[in-house]
C-alpha cells in the first residue's frame, strides 16, 4: 500500500472569532508536532481556512482542536469536505 493511501486530505472552513486570536500560527505549530502537511490562512469574510493532509488519526486530531481553537477563539461553525492532496511537503502559514 503507497503512503498516499494511508492519508487523508480535508477542507476546513472556521467561523466565530477565529482571526486576531493566535489561530493560524498555533495550527501551524499544531500541525508541524503532528506531521501534517497543507495551509492555513485568514479569509476575507473572517472565517479561517485550512487543508489537512497526513495520516487520518492526526487529522482527526487537529480538527478536534480547532472546534475550540486557542485559547481566546470563540468558534461558532466547522465545516469539513475531503480535498485532494495538493502534494505539499509542509504546513504553512498564507497571508
Given at each position: 500500500?503507497?503512503?498516499?493511501?494511508?492519508?487523508?486530505?480535508?477542507?476546513?472552513?472556521?467561523?466565530?472569532?477565529?482571526?486576531?486570536?493566535?489561530?493560524r500560527?498555533?495550527?501551524?505549530?499544531?500541525?508541524?508536532?503532528?506531521?501534517?502537511?497543507?495551509?492555513?490562512?485568514?479569509?476575507?469574510?473572517?472565517?479561517?481556512?485550512?487543508?489537512?493532509?497526513?495520516?487520518?488519526t492526526?487529522?482527526?486530531?487537529?480538527?478536534?482542536?480547532?472546534?475550540?481553537?486557542?485559547?481566546?477563539?470563540?468558534v461558532?461553525?466547522?465545516?469539513?469536505?475531503?480535498?485532494?492532496?495538493?502534494?505539499?511537503?509542509?504546513?504553512?502559514?498564507?497571508?
Open positions: 500500500m503507497e503512503a498516499a493511501a494511508r492519508e487523508s486530505a480535508v477542507h476546513v472552513v472556521v467561523r466565530g472569532r477565529v482571526q486576531g486570536v493566535f489561530y500560527d498555533t495550527l501551524r505549530r499544531r500541525a508541524d508536532a503532528a506531521g501534517v502537511r497543507g495551509w492555513v490562512r485568514n479569509t476575507e469574510d473572517g472565517a479561517v481556512e485550512a487543508l489537512l493532509v497526513g495520516r487520518p492526526a487529522v482527526d486530531r487537529l480538527i478536534e482542536w480547532m472546534r475550540s481553537g486557542p485559547e481566546d477563539a470563540v461558532l461553525k466547522l465545516v469539513t469536505e475531503p480535498a485532494t492532496d495538493p502534494g505539499v511537503d509542509t504546513f504553512e502559514v498564507r497571508p
